[in-house]
């Protein structure tokens, strides 16, 4: 119980207002708790969310993969059990067929030409120079190639050739729309029969005409889904081909075509177990700590470890002001980049916008930030994300790439599913930052009471010790001589201030306050006694407003009770 009181001297009142510990400290403890248990609740679920993910992505992969050895190893009658609506469960569908159309297939040609499983990019010139080698065996051409298209920007990539020459090869061209057979074939999707050279594009800067062949094919290789590039057949007589030719030759460019996708797939199989992999790693390496530096600098670590971005930086959001602030980067001049985008930042309001900002290449870009210093620090180009937690912007955070990098709708989904984890975890060390300031404070506020309590029981002290003085002055007849009805009442006086005294003594012992109870001093107790003292000490001031107070009590046993306790409720 808190108290505080104030005599009057006219009339002669006292006022005293009390109130429960229990109620005085509640909202400073229920904030606390609250923080408290708002930031344990982010930690755990943040934990929880990647295990479950980390869980979901991974069995189907292990599962994958097994059913690709088992497939690759010879085993066409095994069958990969994963069913799912993602590239996981297309690729065991196109597994599975794909081992259903070997295991069916009963022509002897097709069975010669045996395509390995190409399970990642680097063994792709191994395997379709072999591919190639094998084309010419069975079909009888004198030359043959294989050329992949960057569907994105329509330029032959990676390349094979057979039985063509150097200069030839060197000089092929590299856009699609250059060689019109070849754009003709991608376009329709069909095989397109070349029967006289001569008619090849003119753009064609070495034509096959002049490496001597007067007939070619050209063949699509593609899949319902995808489209990878286009395989020529060359030879150098003009015999026409014939409608069996072409369905042995469109049946060799399907199986091509199937381990072409199943090698696409494959690889963002990898890729995409790769990135769970170093996802669950970040996560789980942010969510270790609730101080916002340490995981700051835990996420930068572990993207500079486990992604291939050379360059990441991250600006927040200051509440107070409104403006992006660069709080922390790694692999750059930090000085010098928070001097830059500092200063851009303090002249404009931060817009808050969740739509990821795209830049293939800075120098290219007008409206990029400071050109000039990313040129010195090696980069060429950047995606910007938004730190969003609980519907709200925290800041952007930005991954550099040293090269013009074309940035897919993939890389971009992954990198913002972890700028969502990150976000997650740079909320719950702010929270608890706030938390511990506002402990901080309380603190302090809790200290200023305490302080403001023992100044107000030393003046309460001050005035009782007197009047306890006085009154012992005039009961010892210091003051005069005092009848009996006179030195009653100062007796009563000195009591009463003794009392005070000691109430105003366990007003200033917080630590019995704050732990919710106050000693009791239990000894047997005659409470009828007691009431007719307090119906003295009550007497005069009834009677002065014309109360009549009587007590009629029958005579009860003594009771263990603080008679100093009864007497500070009776009054």
Request: hydrophobic share 40%; charged share 25%; glycine share 6%.
């Amino acid at each position: 119980m808190v108290a505080t009181g104030l005599r009057f001297a006219r009339p002669q009142w006292a006022l005293v207002i009390e109130q429960p510990e229990s109620l005085l400290f509640a909202p400073i403890r229920q904030k606390i708790w609250f923080f408290l248990s708002l930031s344990l609740i982010g930690l755990i679920s943040s934990f929880v969310l990647a295990q479950s993910l980390s869980r979901r992505f991974t069995k189907p992969i292990i599962t994958l993969r097994e059913g690709a050895e088992q497939v690759g190893s010879g085993n066409l009658e095994h069958r990969v059990s994963v069913e799912t609506d993602d590239e996981i469960g297309e690729l065991a569908a196109q597994f599975n067929r794909m081992a259903d159309h070997l295991r069916s297939s009963q022509q002897a040609t097709l069975s010669a030409l045996t395509i390995p499983i190409i399970s990642q990019t680097s063994e792709l010139q191994e395997v379709l120079t072999e591919v190639l080698t094998k084309v010419i065996k069975l079909t009888g051409a004198e030359a043959a190639s294989i050329r992949l298209v960057d569907e994105g920007n329509k330029k032959f990539g990676f390349s094979v050739y057979q039985g063509f020459s150097e200069a030839y090869v060197r000089e092929r061209s590299t856009t699609v729309r250059e060689e019109a057979e070849a754009a003709e074939t991608l376009k329709t999707g069909r095989p397109f029969i070349s029967g006289s050279a001569s008619s090849h594009s003119s753009n064609d800067r070495l034509s096959l005409v002049t490496e001597g062949f007067k007939s070619a094919v050209y063949l699509p290789l593609k899949t319902p889904k995808m489209t990878f590039g286009i395989m020529t057949i060359a030879n150098r007589d003009a015999a026409q081909v014939t409608p069996r030719q072409v369905d042995l030759l469109t049946a060799i460019t399907h199986q091509i075509s199937v381990a072409l996708q199943n090698a696409t797939l494959f690889e963002e199989t990898e890729r995409n177990l790769r990135r769970t992999g170093a996802l669950y790693a970040i996560v789980l390496g942010i969510t270790s700590s609730l101080n916002l530096r340490s995981v700051l600098d835990v996420l930068l670590k572990k993207i500079d470890l486990f992604l291939p971005y050379p360059a990441v930086t991250i600006s927040l959001l200051n509440r107070q002001t409104g403006r992006l602030e660069p709080e922390a980067c790694r692999n750059i001049d930090e000085t010098e980049w928070k001097a830059v985008v500092g200063s851009r930042s303090s002249r404009a309001a931060f817009v808050p916008d969740v739509a990821p900002l795209i830049v293939p290449n800075i120098q290219a870009n007008t409206s990029s930030i400071a050109p000039d210093f990313f040129r010195r620090q090696g980069l060429a180009s950047f995606v910007q994300l938004p730190l969003v937690a609980k519907d709200e912007v925290l800041g952007v955070i930005t991954f550099f790439r040293k090269e013009e990098h074309e940035f897919t709708g993939e890389e971009v989904e992954f990198l913002s599913t972890l700028a969502g984890q990150a976000a997650i975890a740079i909320c719950n060390a702010q929270l608890y930052e706030r938390s511990t300031e506002q402990a901080v404070e309380l603190e302090r506020a809790s200290k200023l009471q305490a302080d403001f309590s023992a100044m107000i029981v030393h003046d309460l002290r001050s005035p009782l010790s007197t009047i306890m003085g006085i009154a012992e002055m005039m009961g010892d007849g210091l003051l005069g001589n005092l009848n009996d009805d006179q030195k009653n009442w100062t007796d009563r006086i000195k009591k009463n201030a003794t009392g005070l005294v000691a109430l105003v003594s366990d007003f200033l012992d917080l630590s019995k306050l704050e732990a919710g109870r106050i000693e009791l001093s239990r000894v047997p107790t005659d409470v009828t006694d007691l009431l007719r003292k307090e119906m003295e000490n009550f007497g005069p001031l009834a009677r002065s407003k014309n109360i009549v107070l009587s007590c009629q009590a029958d005579p009860l046993p003594a009771v263990q009770a603080d008679s100093r306790r009864l007497d500070q409720v009776l009054k």
